[in-house]
């Protein structure tokens, strides 16, 4: 079936240290978007991201279709940034979530 | 401001009860969907719609059904609420082919 696996797991990082979250999908995929859940489970749209490069402030990501993955960069942690991200492939109406990725900042 | 809101945010019940969980957004968007997620774990589609009156399953299979009688409201029931239910349910809605997805903020089912 189809799969999309986010790596890693699990991230523990001292405040201001920079983060690279990784998303590999199995199949090809129309679009592909990150997310972060924050601790009242609210999913904030990060990125909606086909291909390339994309920055907002201290978050940025790039896809790379033809290899199957794309990644998410957090550079200057902050504790708000902890919660979980997700990245979701989309084709068509079909959106395959990974496990998500779940990123502890302690200060 | 253009949103998608979800009601009740928290619920708890009793085995047996009729349930609707609420979803409505003031985006205009044609397409919406239900996605169950148990905590700290990936959400799975349950339902979507295309449109008003168009529901359709998603890849996990649901005791829940939908209606979508009007552009903006998407309603998931459940007739007859049992623990294996206690998760939480999202709500979320999209334009164009592919769309972005945006969320509502959840509710956070407990069946006793």
């Not at chain 1, 504790?79 to 779940?102: H, P």
């Not at chain 2, 339902?47 to 998407?74: A, C, P, Q």
Request: glycine residues 8%; hydrophobic residues 30%.
């Amino acid at each position: 079936g189809i799969q999309v696996e986010q790596s890693p797991p699990d991230l523990i990082l001292q405040e201001g240290a920079n983060s690279t979250l990784r998303c590999n999908f199995s199949d090809s995929v129309n679009n592909l978007q990150w997310f972060h859940q924050n601790p009242w489970g609210q999913l904030i749209n990060l990125f909606y991201i086909p291909s390339g490069t994309k920055q907002n402030g201290r978050l940025s990501a790039t896809t790379v279709a033809t290899e199957r993955y794309s990644l998410l960069y957090i550079s200057s942690s902050q504790t708000t940034d902890s919660g979980v991200y997700f990245c979701a492939r989309i084709n068509n109406n079909d959106m395959r979530f990974g496990a998500g990725t779940r990123l502890t900042v302690k200060p | 401001e253009a949103d998608i809101y979800q009601t009740p945010r928290y619920l708890v019940i009793g085995t047996g009860k009729k349930i609707t969980l609420e979803c409505s957004q003031t985006m205009g968007h044609d397409k919406m969907y239900w996605y169950q997620q148990d905590p700290g774990m990936e959400l799975h589609l349950i339902h979507y719609s295309y449109g008003v009156n168009s529901t359709e399953k998603g890849d996990l299979s649901s005791e829940s059904t939908v209606s979508r009688i009007r552009t903006e409201h998407f309603p998931l029931t459940l007739e007859s609420a049992r623990p294996s239910h206690t998760s939480q349910y999202l709500c979320a809605s999209s334009e164009g082919q592919p769309g972005e997805q945006f969320f509502g903020p959840g509710t956070r089912l407990t069946v006793l």
